[in-house]
């Protein structure tokens, strides 16, 4: 157990979507199951037959596009120092450019700009 005081919070925000997908999966599996039965008349169900080359061939192709398909941003973002992308550096404001001009988010402008500081205010650091 956590010495963490939210470790309880945590702990059920983390299991009660865990529980509700298992319910769901739960229902969609005796919906299955019924539509089975219903479909088959009742009869008895002697084997099932499952395509394990094709399966395997299918979790190869979807890993290959995977790691296919992630290998350009990880190339990207490996020639950044960390701190520049911590900070919000230049792949940061790349990718999100076009909020300014947004037309669906009116709000998105005004939440960039930077907020002056009061008259009798000064400046600690960089």
Known sequence: MSSHPDSTVVDRQTVAPLSANADDAAAVAAGFGWALIDVTGGMEILSIVIPWPRLA??????????????????????????????????????????????????????????????????????
Not at 108 to 120: E, G, I, K, V
């Open 57 to 126: 061939e299918t979790l190869v192709v979807a890993v290959a596009a995977g790691v296919l398909a992630a290998t350009w941003p990880a190339f990207r973002v490996s020639r950044v120092p960390v701190l520049e992308l911590v900070r919000g550096g230049p792949l940061m404001r790349k990718s999100h450019a076009s909020i300014g001009r947004s037309k669906t988010h009116p709000g998105a402008q005004a939440s960039q700009m930077r907020t002056p500081l009061p008259s009798n205010a000064t400046m600690v650091g960089p």
